[in-house]
């Protein structure tokens, strides 16, 4: 399909118009954009939001690769968030898929590929400073650079200064996971992911005009961005060229079923997308498609997210041949990866709020398991249940919100781990409730409310993954002599973790332990039946 590049955005049009000069001395020349940021002397940092790194996913680029931004005149403003990707939530219902609904939304603009970016102190090309892209979660449907108050400024300061931070947006739900075979012929698969690699391709061309050193990169994500950290770790078989990163961070890392693109499921799911958005009648249903009004689309997008089982998430990356060549599991069981240092974290109770007390109630393991994984067949899901009967937990909602927790964030985080081997360290963060996402009010405090509000646990805690940031160790901590963490040794020494939580007497508990034996047990179950889940 011939592509062209669409006219200047709105966004970017008022940017000019509300350009004032400023005394700060803060620009950046791009090549194709120069954009003014704001210094905080104060924090001693400086800001650029709204900095564009793609052209307009819009017209004749709705459902294709990104391209580069456009070239503009002039000095832009960069004080202020971009506006959001179209925006999703997960499913609701209580079997999946269930009967099809439409929920009213207002239209939201595909103009959204933006990243913001924070230096500490005032910008010099020279300093070469250690990078860290963070990649916001929101199970690839939701989510934004301001998602949970995400403040780049905080990981500068969680860096004790010296680093720059770029948070970036990629598209979302329908706009950017619509799999299926005419969309790998027509368009391209898992745009999301593409958007993210083409932002890291930035960062290789750009971060030195802000004063960080491109060789030294780390990725990082929290769920579905860490999920996307592990589709980088992965990409290209594991071999992306030339490097993009040399460190990568997950923070409850997301791994739902990864079908490949042409799977039943998958092909469903674009059929699905015709009908709703009334293009199955017309001769060429894709040309439709891409022509459908943006608030349409998102209409469509909305509805089918809803329309499925309670906590999961419909549009998700597949295996789409090129850029995911094989299933995660299998790319990282061949041990090449991209990166040579991992960090990851998880929480005690991934899967709590994403089960539903009221719809689990009325339902048997088996049944659980079977609409979590639609794939497996009565062998898979009588192994499954055998696996969480008799473990001592109490009710069908805690056993379902292990299964949820276990199969599709803590037991993928163990498997990459050991992809590190050697070269990885895990922690575990179980300050109650130890809920999926309680641990992002520490990497992003300001205007947070932390569970446990000490300032050695923080940080402790958040240091560790500026440490890597910084030196590639967790034990390099910024924040030194705040931190009390002790020596954190690597994951292979004995399947060893860093334990993050706090006393009854509100002291915090920092030390390392062993891996629950009964856990990685589980876990090797659920990679013996990866081929079914498919993870």
Same mark, same amino acid.
């Given at each position: 399909?011939?592509?062209?590049?669409?006219?200047?955005?709105?966004?970017?049009?008022?940017?000019?118009?509300?350009?004032?000069?400023?005394?700060?001395?803060?620009?950046?020349?791009?090549?194709?954009?120069?954009?003014?940021?704001?210094?905080?002397?104060?924090?001693?940092?400086?800001?650029?939001?709204?900095?564009?790194?793609?052209?307009?996913?819009?017209?004749?680029?709705?459902?294709?690769?990104?391209?580069?931004?456009?070239?503009?005149?002039?000095?832009?403003?960069?004080?202020?968030?971009?506006?959001?990707?179209?925006?999703?939530?997960?499913?609701?219902?209580?079997?999946?898929?269930?009967?099809?609904?439409?929920?009213?939304?207002?239209?939201?603009?595909?103009?959204?590929?933006?990243?913001?970016?924070?230096?500490?102190?005032?910008?010099?090309?020279?300093?070469?400073?250690?990078?860290?892209?963070?990649?916001?979660?929101?199970?690839?449907?939701?989510?934004?650079?301001?998602?949970?108050?995400?403040? %780049? =400024?905080?990981?500068?300061?969680?860096?004790?200064? %010296?680093?720059?931070?770029?948070?970036?947006?990629?598209?979302?739900?329908?706009?950017?996971?619509?799999?299926?075979?005419?969309?790998?012929?027509?368009?391209?698969?898992?745009?999301?992911?593409?958007?993210?690699?083409?932002?890291?391709?930035?960062?290789?061309?750009?971060?030195?005009?802000?004063?960080?050193?491109?060789?030294?990169?780390?990725?990082?994500?929290?769920?579905?961005?860490?999920?996307?950290?592990?589709?980088?770790?992965?990409?290209?078989?594991?071999?992306?060229?030339?490097?993009?990163?040399?460190?990568?961070?997950?923070?409850?890392?997301?791994?739902?079923?990864?079908?490949?693109?042409?799977?039943?499921?998958?092909?469903?799911?674009?059929?699905?997308?015709?009908?709703?958005? =009334?293009?199955?009648?017309?001769?060429?249903?894709?040309?439709?498609?891409?022509?459908?009004?943006?608030?349409?689309?998102?209409?469509?997008?909305?509805?089918?997210?809803?329309?499925?089982?309670?906590?999961?998430?419909?549009?998700?990356?597949?295996?789409?041949?090129?850029?995911?060549?094989?299933?995660?599991?299998?790319?990282?069981?061949?041990?090449?990866?991209?990166?040579?240092?991992?960090?990851?974290?998880?929480?005690?109770?991934?899967?709590?709020?994403?089960?539903?007390?009221?719809?689990?109630?009325?339902?048997?393991?088996?049944?659980?398991?079977?609409?979590?994984?639609?794939?497996?067949?009565?062998?898979?899901?009588?192994?499954?249940?055998?696996?969480?009967?008799?473990?001592?937990?109490?009710?069908?909602?805690?056993?379902?919100?292990?299964?949820?927790?276990?199969?599709?964030?803590?037991?993928?985080?163990?498997?990459?781990?050991?992809?590190?081997?050697?070269?990885?360290?895990?922690?575990?963060?179980?300050?109650?409730?130890?809920?999926?996402?309680?641990?992002?009010?520490?990497?992003?405090?300001?205007?947070?409310?932390?569970?446990?509000?000490?300032?050695?646990?923080?940080?402790?805690?958040?240091?560790?993954?500026?440490?890597?940031?910084?030196?590639?160790?967790?034990?390099?901590?910024?924040?030194?002599?705040?931190?009390?963490?002790?020596?954190?040794?690597?994951?292979?020494?004995?399947?060893?973790?860093?334990?993050?939580?706090?006393?009854?007497?509100?002291?915090?508990?920092?030390?390392?332990?062993?891996?629950?034996?009964?856990?990685?047990?589980?876990?090797?179950?659920?990679?013996?039946?990866?081929?079914?889940?498919?993870?």
């Amino acid at each position: 399909m011939r592509v062209t590049k669409p006219p200047i955005s709105a966004f970017l049009l008022a940017s000019i118009l509300n350009y004032v000069a400023a005394d700060s001395p803060q620009t950046v020349d791009l090549g194709y954009a120069t954009y003014q940021g704001t210094f905080n002397s104060t924090s001693n940092i400086t800001s650029f939001l709204g900095v564009r790194y793609a052209s307009p996913p819009s017209g004749t680029l709705r459902f294709q690769a990104p391209v580069a931004a456009p070239t503009v005149t002039g000095t832009l403003l960069a004080n202020a968030q971009p506006p959001e990707c179209p925006q999703a939530g997960m499913g609701d219902e209580p079997t999946s898929p269930s009967s099809s609904r439409l929920v009213k939304r207002a239209t939201d603009i595909e103009d959204c590929l933006f990243l913001n970016v924070f230096v500490s102190g005032e910008v010099s090309p020279g300093l070469k400073l250690p990078v860290v892209v963070w990649i916001h979660g929101g199970g690839y449907v939701s989510g934004s650079t301001t998602q949970a108050g995400s403040d %780049g =400024g905080d990981l500068v300061q969680d860096a004790g200064g %010296g680093v720059v931070a770029v948070l970036i947006q990629y598209r979302l739900g329908i706009f950017g996971f619509l799999p299926g075979s005419e969309m790998k012929e027509h368009g391209v698969l898992n745009a999301g992911l593409l958007d993210q690699e083409f932002a890291l391709k930035w960062v290789q061309e750009h971060v030195s005009t802000f004063g960080g050193d491109p060789t030294k990169v780390t990725i990082w994500g929290q769920s579905a961005g860490a999920g996307s950290v592990i589709q980088h770790v992965i990409a290209h078989g594991g071999n992306t060229q030339p490097p993009l990163f040399r460190a990568a961070m997950t923070s409850s890392s997301f791994l739902p079923s990864q079908y490949k693109f042409n799977d039943p499921i998958p092909e469903q799911l674009y059929s699905d997308a015709i009908e709703q958005t =009334g293009c199955s009648n017309t001769t060429d249903a894709f040309a439709c498609l891409m022509s459908v009004d943006a608030g349409i689309l998102e209409t469509v997008n909305v509805a089918i997210c809803l329309n499925n089982f309670f906590g999961t998430f419909t549009f998700v990356p597949v295996v789409d041949g090129s850029f995911i060549v094989e299933s995660p599991t299998e790319t990282i069981a061949r041990g090449r990866l991209n990166g040579d240092v991992l960090l990851s974290v998880t929480n005690t109770f991934e899967g709590r709020i994403f089960v539903s007390s009221e719809i689990v109630s009325n339902m048997t393991v088996s049944d659980y398991i079977s609409q979590l994984f639609p794939t497996f067949g009565k062998t898979q899901i009588e192994a499954a249940a055998r696996e969480y009967t008799g473990i001592g937990l109490d009710t069908i909602f805690d056993q379902a919100v292990a299964i949820m927790g276990e199969s599709i964030f803590i037991c993928p985080t163990y498997t990459l781990l050991n992809g590190f081997r050697g070269h990885s360290f895990k922690g575990e963060f179980a300050v109650p409730p130890g809920n999926h996402g309680t641990d992002v009010s520490y990497y992003f405090p300001t205007g947070a409310v932390q569970p446990f509000p000490n300032a050695h646990f923080a940080a402790s805690f958040a240091g560790s993954f500026l440490g890597v940031v910084k030196s590639l160790s967790p034990n390099n901590n910024p924040l030194f002599p705040e931190s009390i963490t002790p020596a954190w040794p690597t994951f292979a020494a004995r399947d060893t973790e860093m334990l993050f939580n706090v006393t009854d007497a509100r002291e915090p508990d920092i030390r390392t332990f062993m891996t629950d034996k009964a856990l990685i047990e589980r876990c090797d179950f659920w990679k013996s039946v990866s081929a079914f889940t498919p993870q």
